[in-house]
């Protein structure tokens, strides 16, 4: 009973570390939006939202966030589009072409980004084309690809083939069937991939880094803040950024969850 007790008490001081280890930085910047610190340790308890007020004047940082957004969504959009498209194709086919599929999307995913990157770079050089924020979306268009392709085939497998079928031989043409079949039912899987992709491209910062060339998006601006240290207004933007995270994780597996069948 004593060494019962003693390992559960080990066990939730383990918990207890990591818990702070991985949280306890989330809590410092969230803290740091509210409360005025310096160097890391809170000044005073009194809650303000100077913070925020800073933010609404730095320009660089708002149009870091502007141009992150518009990439996120720009190379979301072309992803689920392909990944549609892939998986369709995928699974009708089956077999082979399914596999070689798979390998396409799921290589540069696979491959650490700095492999992804530096190749992309030597690509874009070649062909003679400047780095910028086209370059840096067809990058993460390369990376995020895998995650809507996934989502999208494993929703398509679980239809099956039966209704598709029916739809079919009931004259419907391939647009109607996917139209009025197809659509309705990967609708939620569509949703849920969308958000995984825009949050997966929001947070690239390696190939960002490779392929951007004078606009600077949001995770670029912020590793460059740090030799300099992170500002209030910083502090301000992650706050909001994280709540909206959790709002779109909560979001995302909702959705997740009614799509399966």
Known sequence: MTR?????????LITALLLIAIYGPIGVTVAGAFLPMKGGIIQSFTPSLAAFGKLSTDTGLIRSLMMTLAVGAVATVISVMLATALALFSTERGGTHARVVTLIVFLPFVMPPMVTGLSLLIFFRDVGIDRSLLTVTIGHVAIILA???????????????SQIEASLDLGASRWQTFHRVILPNITGSLAASALLCFALSFDETLVTLLLTGTESTFPIKLWGMTRLGITPAANAILAILLALTLAGSALAIGLRRRSQP
């Open 4 to 12: 019962s007790l003693s390992a559960q008490v080990g066990l939730a």
């Open 147 to 161: 995650i809507a392709y996934r989502g999208i085939a494993v929703r398509l497998t679980d239809l099956g083939r």
